[in-house]
């Protein structure tokens, strides 16, 4: 599985923005895939913030951005996209998107062996 974020850049605090993160080989069916986004702060380690997985597209969001952010996927274009609203300067971090076979992924996004490039989102006025 081969995975390409893009999105990100500079926003101002409070401000939204929308990562995506596209998907290949277009034959993959995604509802056997969960896909999720990591971020990784400068000096810290990287985290979990969300991830989507199968037939039923359930979700998850980290505990304590749950109303900031939500996760969706097309399973036709191969694209889950991760939109980031109210964004606070610590939300500035590289984010990565990742993914692994549903059996293979807690429901906490743990477990992911294949992942994309970064793309860095920097929340600054």
């Known amino acids: 599985v081969q995975l390409q974020a893009f999105g990100g850049g500079s926003v101002q605090p409070g401000g939204s923005v929308k990562l995506s993160c596209s998907v290949s080989p277009l034959g993959l069916d995604l509802d056997y895939l969960a896909i999720g986004w990591f971020r990784q702060a400068p000096g810290k380690e990287r985290e979990a913030v969300s991830c989507?997985?199968?037939?039923?597209?359930?979700?998850f969001i980290k505990p304590s951005e749950q109303g900031r952010f939500t996760i969706s996927r097309d399973n036709r274009k191969k694209t889950v996209d991760f939109q980031m609203k109210s964004l606070k300067r610590e939300d500035t971090a590289v984010y990565y998107c990742?993914?692994?076979?549903?059996?293979?992924?807690?429901?906490?996004?743990?477990?992911?062996?294949?992942w994309g490039k970064g793309t860095q989102v920097t929340v600054s006025s």
């Open positions: 990742a993914s692994e076979s549903i059996f293979g992924v807690t429901e906490d996004c743990n477990g992911m062996t294949d």
């Open positions: 989507i997985r199968g037939r039923g597209g359930a979700t």
